[in-house]
T-cell receptor, first 113, second 114 residues
Framework: DQQVKQNSPSLSVQEGRISILNCDYTNSMFDYFLWYKKYPAEGPTFLISISSIKDKNEDGRFTVFLNKSAKHLSLHIVPSQPGDSAVYFCAAKSGGSNYKLTFGKGTLLTVNP | DAGVIQSPRHEVTEMGQEVTLRCKPISGHNSLFWYRQTMMRGLELLIYFNNNVPIDDSGMPEDRFSAKMPNASFSTLKIQPSEPRDSAVYFC????????????FGSGTRLTVV
């Protein structure tokens, strides 16, 4: 039972355009959400996060939006750059645990020059 | 800082053999996590140590899997006997606290059991 779902295995966009990566979750106890980026042969690296008390968090070209009623979050990258090409994982933390992350399966983003 | 160091990077072994994966966390971090990545299930938490003590091993798939942390700078994940379905990428991560915000992942060990 996947509690965090990334329904798009892959996404391809042109350099300079917006990339939108989506994530849905089913567990109402999740209170903190994170996005990780992973390059081949490397471990995931933290990108951006959002608390459930907010609906938006921005960091440079990266913005995460949270819609709690829809149990949906999205990561926007504007403008997209070829170096952004990677696998992006959505992850969530339950309010009952400080340490345990539940990950989605990831979305492979390819930014074409 | 060299980050979280995992060894080996790749491991190919025959079914039934023992496999040991190793992890050196970032110095000063007191929380250590072992994750497994598969195509079917994505990234799953296997076990979590805090101050070298296993706190949550509910993700360990079965008794064939065991993990130890004999000191603050070293952890092992052992599979005995290994099976083809254990083939996956195994990641170690460490953190300064027991909170998710500061996870740093290693580069992973790609295990193939034939």
């Amino acid at each position: 039972d996947q509690q965090v779902k990334q329904n798009s295995p892959s996404l391809s966009v042109q350099e300079g355009r917006i990339s939108i990566l989506n994530c849905d979750y089913t567990n109402s106890m999740f209170d903190y959400f994170l996005w990780y980026k992973k390059y081949p042969a490397e471990g995931p690296t933290f990108l951006i996060s959002i608390s459930s008390i907010k609906d938006k968090n921005e960091d440079g070209r990266f913005t995460v939006f949270l819609n709690k009623s829809a149990k949906h979050l999205s990561l926007h990258i504007v403008p997209s750059q070829p170096g952004d090409s990677a696998v992006y994982f959505c992850a969530a933390k339950s309010g009952g645990s400080n340490y345990k992350l539940t990950f989605g399966k990831g979305t492979l983003l390819t930014v074409n020059p | 800082d060299a980050g979280v160091i995992q060894s080996p990077r790749h491991e190919v072994t025959e079914m039934g053999q023992e496999v040991t994966l190793r992890c050196k966390p970032i110095s000063g971090h007191n929380s250590l996590f072992w994750y497994r990545q598969t195509m079917m299930r994505g990234l799953e938490l296997l076990i979590y140590f805090n101050n070298n003590v296993p706190i949550d091993d509910s993700g360990m798939p079965e008794d064939r899997f065991s993990a130890k942390m004999p000191n603050a700078s070293f952890s092992t994940l052992k599979i005995q006997p290994s099976e083809p379905r254990d083939s996956a990428v195994y990641f170690c991560a460490s953190s300064l606290t027991d909170r998710v915000y500061g996870y740093t992942f290693g580069s992973g060990t790609r295990l193939t059991v034939v």
